[in-house]
């Protein structure tokens, strides 16, 4: 662990931060402009999905949203789902307390605002190195922030200029993405019961029940067999 006493927050730190995170946030461009597009054809406005994207800043929980959103809007869904896609940043973010607790509660809260999978990794890994300046992690995340921001936008303002999208199968275009997020989740053959349990708890509630409520059953009775899995 750090020691508190030469934890700093730095311009330099900041900087270094931007430029490890840059090529990370291009490669991840994609992602942006898809989730754009799917909002475009899922009929939100851009003003509506640059605002998602400002405030939301998670692009599971958005991609979801965008996948879930119907008229009319699910709320109740959106919510449980969006809390359970998002737990994980409990422990993500308090494993970032050795540097982020010493340098006071503003620079804390306003750097875990921009937290997210990749700035927390590049984050972890520059603690572990040694690394003490803290302002690292908001210089990465700001990046990513500002790079999801404008690909989400311009994703969007693509999406709302082709008329028939279906033509092109780019209304497959949030399943396609979801799909490629999964990939680099797996880890080997431990992670197949859960996933198996979600599938079929999933494909059962739809068959039961009427609107959203599958994909929350499916996530929450994966989620509960991995945790019981791993405390047992």
Partial sequence: MADASKITFTRQGFRRGVTTMLPVAAGLMVFGLALGLAAAQKGLSTLETGLMSAIVFAGASQMLAVELWD????????????????????????????????????????SLFFTADENWALSIAEMRRGGTDAAFHLGAGLTLYTVWLLTTIAGHL?????????????????????????????????????????????????????????LIAGGLAGSLYGAWRDVR
Avoid at 72 to 79: I, M, N
Avoid at 86 to 104: D, I, Q, S
Wanted: charged share 10%.
């Fill in 71 to 110: 008229h009319p809007v699910p709320l109740v869904t959106l919510a449980v789902a969006t809390v359970i896609i998002n737990l994980r940043y409990l422990m993500m973010t308090a494993a970032l307390a050795p540097w982020l607790a010493p340098v006071g509660p503003g620079r804390a809260y306003g």
């Fill in 158 to 214: 693509s999406g709302a200029a082709i008329p028939q999208p279906e033509r092109f199968g780019l209304d497959f275009v949030a399943v396609a993405t979801f799909l490629a997020l999964l990939v680099p989740m797996w880890s080997g053959r431990r992670d197949l019961p859960p996933w198996l349990i979600a599938a079929v708890t999933a494909t059962a509630v739809h068959a039961l029940l009427p609107g959203t409520w599958y």
